[in-house]
């Protein structure tokens, strides 16, 4: 158990619907991530967000947004989901220090669209 | 442009032998280097980390090797057991950045 928790598990849902990831990271950590995993790809560095504010952002689409609460949990909301958008979504938090890059991973949302 | 390529995307070994998987890396501002470890269902888990100032790293079984002039980074399991079939993504992380670039995985099995 990395004390990183994902909700929901499982998701189905339907082509152009909107959808709403949530993650608690583990106590103490500032830092969340969030992780695409496609059947065909690695892991993809959707963006990060430290003590509520965007940190970085990577690979995300316009039609995905997230943000970080004041008690640090996190949401990714998915928006006029497609067919290409099933996947597997990690969270994942870090505490931010000069020493110690290790990033601790949720065990991620399935989501299907139909 | 994929900074990191783990180019096998499968390895079989045979229960007590080595297992070797390896990642490339394209981009010099990378300072830390990790390997995580995946079981279906389940989200990765660190397994061994290396700072870009040192070349070797060891913890038990494993042991991650760095050339940074070859811009390349190797996982060495020994003696390999059935438990250690998964994926295994190699992890990189870029100078004054905190987000890792993960490799596209390599599954390996290890035959009893």
């Known amino acids: 158990d990395s004390g990183v928790t994902q909700t929901p598990k499982h998701l189905i849902t339907a082509t152009g619907q909107r959808v709403t990831l949530r993650c608690s990271p583990r106590?103490?950590?500032?830092?969340v991530y969030w992780y695409q995993q496609s059947l065909d790809q690695g892991l993809q560095f959707l963006i990060q967000?430290?003590?509520?504010?965007?940190?970085a952002k990577g690979n995300i689409l316009e039609r995905f947004s997230a943000q970080q609460f004041p008690d640090l949990h996190s949401e990714l909301n998915l928006s006029s989901l497609e067919l290409g958008d099933s996947a597997l979504y990690f969270c994942?938090?870090?505490?931010?220090?000069?020493?110690?890059?290790?990033?601790?991973f949720g065990e991620g949302s399935w989501l299907t669209v139909v | 442009d994929q900074q990191v390529k783990q180019n096998s995307p499968s390895l079989s070994v045979q229960e007590g032998r080595i297992s070797i998987l390896n990642c490339d890396y394209t981009?010099?501002?990378?300072?830390?280097f990790l390997w995580y470890k995946k079981y279906p269902a389940e989200g990765p888990t660190f397994l061994i980390s290396?700072?870009?100032?040192?070349d070797k790293n060891e913890d038990g079984r494993f042991t991650v090797f760095l050339n940074k002039s070859a811009k390349h980074l190797s996982l060495h399991i020994v003696p390999s057991q059935p438990g250690d079939s998964a994926v295994y993504f190699c992890?990189?992380?870029?100078?004054?950045?905190?987000?890792?670039?993960f490799g596209s995985g390599t599954r390996l099995q290890v035959q009893p």
């Open positions: 994942a938090s870090s505490v931010e220090s000069n020493t110690g890059n290790t990033i601790y």
């Open positions: 106590s103490g950590d500032l830092s």
């Open positions: 967000y430290y003590n509520g504010e965007e940190r």
């Open positions: 981009n010099s501002m990378f300072d830390y």
């Open positions: 290396i700072s870009s100032i040192k």
């Open positions: 992890a990189v992380k870029e100078t004054g950045r905190r987000a890792l670039t």
